[in-house]
């Protein structure tokens, strides 16, 4: 998709002026039933930007492949010029003084930045409806949810409204919306892109990760987003060109690809076992090689992720106290006490509010060592399982999501039901290796996705991988 844009405008097929308005009427058309975009920026800066590159083309110079491609990124993003909620009313008037680094580095590849995407408060959700603004629809069915919490970014994608995206992988952001919304949702290894300006959410589990129509667009923001950053002391120091040798020669016939037993068992809906299985045989029938494997602690990732995120939760959220990112609006305030409970009280919705107490429970004198320090023990076993099984086979399968996505309101009153949508997603935040999320198959026009995780930094491969795999499955 990228690839074909950029053509489109270096054989002036197309302007960068014409490209921007067109996808400007998209949002104008489509927007008011989606709900997709929290803001977007004005039409006139828009535009500005797209002539200049315009006037490149023009003069005969080359421009980069990204240059003049406009995008969204999910509002817990920082970028300039722009209010960033993360989806909530403490933050609704927030404009920050600098820029996220992922925001930055596109902008600096000229790629046009439209507009702020909706999603759960503070990214604690799993289908936008957590927005302290509103919820968004998913654009395959508009009765149901686009899944979250990047399901703004996702809508948007899926629509067509932007060619891509970023969202935020904390356990499933990313992949469950991608799987919700039919398109590719790429989560990379943890630390290999900045999370400098991402407001945080769980810090040792966020990750900036792209929503795309294709595996090739999402290597190709990857590619611009990744690498390390004196601003963000987790990011790390890996060449680009990782293995490159080694991606030249993938082939699937040479590969083993493992399915974890405990991932399609209880919880796993029928419709979506079949489809995947169907899936993996079509993968088989490449010559890849399938083995089932055992994951046996990943029973445990979903409880050990939901103590460790609200864990981190509490300590992060903390700093919003009505004073340094401006509050709640026309409160009546006694003193600085009153002041804190208030903007707090009211700023945060009912499951920040939740998660925030239980992390304070999970990590106070008495209960850390049953919940928190358990839970970091669980999160090392895990980790060792994962390393164990990335011996045997060269990727894992599973399902991304254990449902189809679910009506509007149907799992709001229900947290439980709710948390079990990141069943799947969550290991790959806990170990921190990449996985992707790839459309393959359909139900009643309801998107299906199969999950493809990798061992930790094996990003390039796993994308090498699912170029092919996407192909195949679909
Ligand atoms: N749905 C998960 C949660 O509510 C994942 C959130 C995320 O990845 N930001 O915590």
Known sequence: MIKELH??????????????????????????????????IEEEKVLKQAEQIDEKINKGENINLLEGIPFAVKD????????TTAGS?????????????????????????????????????SSTENSAF???????????????????????????????????????????????CGIVGFKPSYGTVSRHGLIAMASSLDIISPLTQSVEDAEII????AGQDSMDSTSLNIPIDL????????????????LPKEYFQKGLDDVIKKKVEEAIKKIEAQ???????????????????????????????????????????????????????????????PEVRRRIILGTYVLSSGYYDAYYKKAQQVRKLINEDFNKVFKEVDFLITPTSPTLPFKIGEKSDNPLAMYLSDVFTVGANISGVPAINLPCAWENNLPIGLQLIGSYLSDYQLLQAAKLIEKIII
Do not use: H
């Not at 992922?102 to 909706?118: E, S």
């Not at 990857?222 to 987003?225: E, N, R």
């Not at 293995?243 to 590969?255: A, G, M, T, V, Y």
């Open 287 to 349: 010559g890849a090689k399938i083995k089932e494997v055992s994951l046996s602690t990943s029973l445990y990732a979903l409880p050990c992720y939901y103590i460790i995120m609200p864990a981190e939760i509490s300590a992060n959220l903390a700093r919003f106290d009505g004073i340094r990112y401006g509050g709640v609006k026309d409160l009546k305030i006694e003193n600085l006490r009153d002041l804190y409970f208030k903007n707090r009280g009211k700023g945060f919705g």
């Open 89 to 125: 009313k403490i933050l609704e008037n927030y404009e920050s003084s600098f820029e996220s680094t992922a925001v930055k580095l596109l902008k600096d590849q000229r790629a046009i930045l439209i507009g702020k995407t909706n999603m759960d408060e503070f990214a604690m959700g």
């Open 243 to 258: 293995d490159k040798e080694k991606n030249k020669e993938f082939k699937i016939e040479n590969s083993v690809f493992g």
């Open 222 to 225: 990857f590619k611009v987003i």
């Open 76 to 83: 817990n993003m920082l970028a300039l010029g722009t209010k």
């Open 7 to 40: 053509q489109k405008l270096i054989n002036k097929e197309i302007t960068a002026v014409d490209l921007a308005r067109c996808y400007l009427n998209t949002i104008e058309e489509k927007d008011k039933q989606i709900n997709a975009f929290l803001s977007l």
């Open 134 to 180: 509103f919820p968004t629809k998913n654009p395959c069915d508009l009765t149901r949810v686009p899944g979250g919490s990047s399901g703004g970014s996702a809508a948007a994608v899926k629509s067509e409204m932007v060619p891509f995206a970023l969202g935020s992988d904390t356990g499933g952001s990313v992949r469950q919306p991608a799987s919700f």
